[in-house]
């Protein structure tokens, strides 16, 4: 949302006056229409006081590009820092959350707070191994180097040391 106020706040009012000088200026006006382009860095430069060289497109519009830029500035530190802020708070909610949880008597852990060593970090289930695509005694004719978690697990596994 901070991103569509800004856009439109800024290229939003550029499409805004291109079609407004359009259809309020004709062929025969072209040496006496304001110019866009300066109009467009007036607005940036809070620029207040009239030109007589650029007449205003419309009446009020030194008031509109104001209120426009300040809502275009205003949306800056949103879209810089929205995210960050946002992901701050809801990490904190939920570590809160975990140690309400966790210090409440006779409670009993659900299955996503208990870590097991052994489970996966991909959010398999914790009883799910990697399935073994092939036996040991073909792993160790072919002499290769992988091993499987049980055999990690238990110490084992295929070492180029092994007298054969």
Not at 124 to 132: M, N
Not at 137 to 161: A, F, I, K, P, W
Request: one cysteine or more; glycine letters at 4%; a negative charge.
């Amino acid at each position: 949302v901070p991103e569509i106020i800004f856009m439109l706040c800024l290229f939003g009012y550029l499409v805004f006056m291109i079609f407004y000088k359009w259809f309020a200026f004709s062929v025969k006006d072209v040496h006496h229409a304001p110019s866009i382009l300066i109009h467009f860095i007036n607005m940036f430069l809070f620029v207040t006081k009239k030109d007589p060289n650029n007449p205003p497109l419309y009446q009020d519009q030194v008031v509109v590009q104001v209120v426009l830029v300040v809502v275009a500035l205003i949306s800056v530190p949103v879209l810089l820092f929205g995210d960050p802020i946002y992901l701050y708070i809801k990490y904190h909610s939920r570590q809160s959350k975990k140690l309400h949880h966790n210090t409440r008597p006779h409670s009993h852990p659900s299955e996503e707070d208990t870590v097991d060593e052994h489970s996966p970090l991909l959010g398999a289930p914790h009883s799910s191994r990697r399935p073994v695509l092939q036996s040991q005694t073909s792993r160790e004719s072919m002499g290769s180097v992988n091993t499987t978690e049980e055999d990690v697990e238990l110490g084992q596994g295929d070492h180029r040391d092994r007298k054969s």
